[in-house]
Structures are given as structure tokens and as C-alpha cells.
């Protein structure tokens, strides 16, 4: 029995992202950055992944997730690249992001982090959400927020008709430190973020935003 099709044809569905890819010239650093900081584990690897190595194609690839997803990035190795340092003159994909369920969950990941000497480049609460940002060993930006709302659509709306968003979309900076300190004192995550809101929780040091630059 044939299946009829359901083709739209008039307007954009709207897919998932399923995953990413990147290139590295520095592997295994970025494979293991990456499972310390997000849990991405390899799924498969690949020694000719083009099927062009008997023609001196020489690049590997390796497939990682972190969920139920076969995979959530491809990261190809090609010898020879370095760091580019005009990177901020040059086109790029600037940041990428990945979302956690509670405050809890993002401030246990900073003091999880911080025992590797991995550190975040910025800290900031941007009122619709917590957000710090690492660099990864090729200097790639990672992203890793909360939704402050716990609710897409309230979330939405903040960006959309918030005049505090529309004056600084980077909202204001945050010590990690002095928000898990709140955590621990009992203030709930609401608490905190309002608390983040009226520079409580402003570092020593002002961060430099032009690091995602």
C-alpha cells in the first residue's frame, strides 16, 4: 500500500539544528575540551572520511553527542591550520550556544570548570538570560545560558519589547562567584538574577565584550 505525500510546498518549514561542524588543525585538545565542557563524547571516527586518502587527502573526522542525537558535531582535523589571528576581520560564524535547565545546573557547570582551569571570557545576565562564554582551544566562542524566564515565550517577548534589551543586548556583567555564593546563601534563581540585575553581583574588573568580537 502506497503512502500518499504531505510535500509543502508554500511555506518554510521549520527544521531543528541537529548539529555542527568545525575544522581544526588541534584535535585531540578540542576533543577533550569539548567532552570536559559539554559532555560531547565520540560517536565514530573516521581515518579517510572524504575516501580520497589514497590521493593524498589526508583529514580525519570525528562524530560526538552529548544526547540522544547520533551526532551534535563533526569536527574535521586538516594538518596544517593555525589560529587565524585577524579573525575579527575576517567573516565567521561568531558564537555558538548551548542552553542548560536550571541556574543550578549553569553555576554547578562553572564550578565544575573551574577546578580544569577552564574559565569563562565573559559573565553577563542580558536579562532574558544567564549567559557565560568560553573559548575553546582553537578560540572559538561557546556559549552556555539559562533562560532566566524558564519560559520560552516570556523570553521572546523580553526581546522583542524590552527597552533594557534594545538599549544593551549584553545586559549587565556578573562575577560567577558571587552568583554561586547567592545560590549557596538560599536566594533562588529569580532572586539572583534580580539581585544580577542591580549590579549586586558586578565583577571586581569589568568584562571586555569586544572577546567575541
Do not use: C
Not at 503512502?3 to 584535535?27: D, K, S, Y
Not at 575540551?33 to 586518502?53: A, F, Q
Not at 552556555?144 to 519560559?151: F, M, R
Amino acid at each position: 500500500m502506497s503512502e500518499p505525500t504531505r510535500f509543502n510546498t508554500e511555506v518554510a518549514v521549520h527544521p531543528r539544528l541537529q548539529h555542527i561542524g568545525m575544522t581544526t588543525g588541534n584535535l585531540e585538545p578540542l576533543l577533550a575540551w569539548y567532552e570536559t565542557v559539554l559532555g560531547m563524547r565520540p560517536m565514530h571516527t573516521s581515518e579517510d572520511p572524504t575516501g580520497m586518502r589514497s590521493q593524498g587527502l589526508e583529514v580525519k573526522a570525528v562524530w560526538l553527542s552529548n544526547d540522544e542525537q547520533n551526532h551534535r558535531m563533526a569536527v574535521i582535523e586538516i594538518p596544517g591550520l593555525t589560529l587565524d589571528t585577524q579573525r575579527a576581520g575576517h567573516h565567521r560564524l561568531q558564537h555558538l550556544a548551548f542552553e542548560y535547565s536550571t541556574l543550578d545546573e549553569l553555576l554547578g557547570t562553572y564550578v565544575r570548570l573551574k577546578r580544569e582551569d577552564i574559565l569563562p571570557v565573559l559573565a553577563v545576565d542580558e536579562g532574558l538570560q544567564t549567559a557565560f562564554y568560553y573559548a575553546d582551544p582553537d578560540q572559538n566562542i561557546i556559549e552556555i545560558n539559562i533562560n532566566n524566564y524558564n519560559d520560552p515565550f516570556t523570553a521572546i517577548e523580553h526581546m522583542r519589547s524590552s527597552t533594557d534589551f534594545a538599549r544593551k543586548p549584553l545586559g549587565v556583567d556578573v562575577d560567577p562567584e558571587l552568583l554561586v555564593a547567592a545560590r549557596e546563601a538560599g536566594a533562588s534563581a529569580w532572586q539572583v538574577h534580580k539581585r544580577a540585575w542591580d549590579h549586586e553581583f558586578a565583577p571586581a574588573q569589568p568584562w571586555d565584550p569586544t572577546v567575541l568580537l
